[in-house]
Protein backbone atom coordinates (compact mmCIF):
# COMPACT_ATOMS: atom_id res chain seq x y z
CA UNK A 1 0.00 0.00 0.00
CA UNK A 2 2.75 2.42 0.89
CA UNK A 3 3.89 2.17 -2.98
CA UNK A 4 0.97 3.60 -3.31
CA UNK A 5 1.49 6.49 -1.80
CA UNK A 6 4.58 7.72 -3.17
CA UNK A 7 3.77 8.69 -6.32
CA UNK A 8 0.94 10.65 -4.90
CA UNK A 9 3.16 12.32 -2.41
CA UNK A 10 4.89 14.19 -5.72
CA UNK A 11 1.69 14.35 -7.87
CA UNK A 12 -0.30 16.24 -5.12
CA UNK A 13 1.52 19.07 -5.22
CA UNK A 14 2.55 18.94 -8.40
CA UNK A 15 -1.50 19.17 -9.60
CA UNK A 16 -2.23 21.86 -7.12
CA UNK A 17 0.38 24.17 -9.24
CA UNK A 18 -0.64 23.12 -12.54
CA UNK A 19 -4.11 23.55 -11.74
CA UNK A 20 -2.73 27.86 -10.71
CA UNK A 21 -0.94 28.10 -13.55
CA UNK A 22 -4.02 26.67 -15.80
CA UNK A 23 -6.56 28.91 -14.42
CA UNK A 24 -4.25 32.35 -14.12
CA UNK A 25 -6.72 35.08 -13.72
CA UNK A 26 -9.73 32.79 -13.55
CA UNK A 27 -9.64 32.19 -9.90
CA UNK A 28 -9.27 34.87 -7.07
CA UNK A 29 -6.30 35.00 -4.94
CA UNK A 30 -8.18 33.13 -1.91
CA UNK A 31 -8.92 30.50 -4.62
CA UNK A 32 -5.01 30.37 -5.61
CA UNK A 33 -4.44 30.22 -1.83
CA UNK A 34 -6.80 27.56 -1.26
CA UNK A 35 -5.57 25.13 -3.96
CA UNK A 36 -2.15 25.39 -3.47
CA UNK A 37 -2.43 24.99 0.67
CA UNK A 38 -4.69 21.98 -0.30
CA UNK A 39 -1.89 20.29 -2.58
CA UNK A 40 0.79 21.10 0.03
CA UNK A 41 -1.32 20.11 2.81
CA UNK A 42 -2.49 16.63 1.17
CA UNK A 43 1.41 15.88 0.54
CA UNK A 44 2.48 16.79 4.00
CA UNK A 45 -0.68 14.13 5.11
CA UNK A 46 0.33 11.44 2.76
CA UNK A 47 4.54 11.86 4.01
CA UNK A 48 2.55 11.46 7.29
CA UNK A 49 1.25 7.98 6.65
CA UNK A 50 4.34 7.16 5.14
CA UNK A 51 6.60 7.72 7.81
CA UNK A 52 4.58 5.83 10.30
CA UNK A 53 4.17 2.92 7.36
CA UNK A 54 7.67 2.53 6.88
CA UNK A 55 8.65 2.98 10.51
CA UNK A 56 6.59 0.50 12.05
CA UNK A 57 7.96 -1.76 9.45
CA UNK A 58 6.73 -2.51 6.31
CA UNK A 59 5.58 -6.50 5.66
CA UNK A 60 8.11 -9.21 4.59
CA UNK A 61 10.69 -6.50 5.86
CA UNK A 62 11.61 -4.61 2.22
CA UNK A 63 9.33 -2.07 0.35
CA UNK A 64 10.53 -1.67 -2.85
CA UNK A 65 8.61 0.78 -4.98
CA UNK A 66 10.12 1.98 -8.89
CA UNK A 67 8.40 5.08 -9.85
CA UNK A 68 9.59 5.17 -13.29
CA UNK A 69 12.23 4.09 -15.82
CA UNK A 70 15.37 6.58 -15.64
CA UNK A 71 17.81 5.33 -17.97
CA UNK A 72 18.05 2.20 -19.97
CA UNK A 73 20.89 0.71 -22.34
CA UNK A 74 21.78 -2.35 -23.03
CA UNK A 75 23.76 -3.65 -19.79
CA UNK A 76 22.76 -0.40 -17.38
CA UNK A 77 19.06 0.06 -16.24
CA UNK A 78 18.68 3.32 -13.54
CA UNK A 79 15.46 3.63 -12.30
CA UNK A 80 14.02 6.34 -9.98
CA UNK A 81 12.76 4.13 -7.39
CA UNK A 82 12.79 3.59 -3.32
CA UNK A 83 14.03 0.98 -0.93
CA UNK A 84 13.34 0.33 2.57
CA UNK A 85 14.60 -2.32 4.42
CA UNK A 86 13.40 -1.99 7.94
CA UNK A 87 13.30 0.46 10.36
CA UNK A 88 16.39 2.44 11.22
CA UNK A 89 15.94 1.08 15.04
CA UNK A 90 15.77 -2.92 14.36
Not at 12 to 21: G, I, S, T, Y
Not at 46 to 75: F, N, T
Request: net charge negative.
Amino acid sequence: MAALFLPLLVLCPLAAALVVFVSAGHLSARGVGWVACGGVGLGACISIMLAAMLLSGPPGGILHASLWEWVHVPGFSADIASCWTGSPWS
